[in-house]
């Protein structure tokens, strides 16, 4: 198990046209954003109970939440090298445990026996009260950035795609978010004036977005 600082997580949702300025708004910055790794695919299945509590935490916009995924990068009907997050969010605060689970390493996606095994596995690692099952898997392209100072991570991500994971029947419905991008900027707690400061030459709006919330709906929930 891995456990990463409390840091801050800020999104903002822009229309896919505005991509290219978005980039460049970044690089341009006063934070002197460069590229940090190539950009991959990153995939997520998210997991909730029965009775949607995560879902509905969101949407009340409950301060004190947890997420549940396994993720992996790459190929999206494939698991490769995959681990187990447990996020928890106060407010904007944001603290993450992540789970090596090489028991699924090389498992094929979207697959209804395979999705029972990822599930036995998630309650049998989570140990929680109440039965989690997989709700939905999102997939969508990444960019990411990093400031000059190394202190301050940005990432862009684009060609948003959901499935529906809870009724099998809907496997081969993809649903497309390809008119939006999502800029998230990932910091370091008390580090929150400083980067305030430093990208008021950026006048974005910051929104409540959530992939996972958005992907649950026929249309996204974010701030235009």
């Known amino acids: 198990m891995k456990n990463r600082i409390n840091r801050f997580e800020r999104k903002w949702v822009f229309k896919n046209e505005n991509y290219l300025a978005l980039v460049n708004s970044l690089l341009r910055s006063d934070l002197f954003f460069t590229n940090q790794y190539p950009q991959r695919k990153v995939n997520s299945i998210y997991f909730d109970d029965l009775n949607f509590s995560s879902v509905r935490e969101n949407l009340d916009g409950v301060s004190n939440k947890k997420k549940i995924r396994v993720r992996w990068y790459g190929v999206k009907n494939k698991l490769i090298k995959p681990h187990l997050e447990i996020k928890s969010k106060k407010g904007a605060e944001t603290s993450k445990k992540n789970y090596v689970i090489n028991e699924l390493n090389d498992l094929k996606f979207f697959d209804a026996k395979n999705l029972d095994k990822i599930n036995d596995l998630v309650n049998f690692k989570i140990k929680s009260k109440k039965k989690l099952n997989p ?17 301050i991570r940005a ?49 974005l709006r910051l929104t409540k977005n959530s992939k996972f919330v958005n992907s649950a709906f026929e249309t996204p929930r974010f701030f235009s």
């Not at 709700?135 to 202190?151: E, V």
Request: overall charge positive; hydrophobic content about 30%.
């Open 135 to 151: 709700l939905l898997s999102t997939h969508y392209d990444r960019q990411y950035f990093i400031s000059n100072d190394n202190k």
């Open 155 to 203: 990432t862009v991500d684009y060609n948003l795609q959901s499935i529906y994971l809870h009724n099998l029947s809907q496997l081969n419905i993809v649903k497309n978010f390809n008119r939006i991008c999502i800029l998230e900027l990932k910091y370091p707690t008390k580090l929150d004036k400083y980067v305030r400061e430093k990208l008021k030459n950026i006048t």
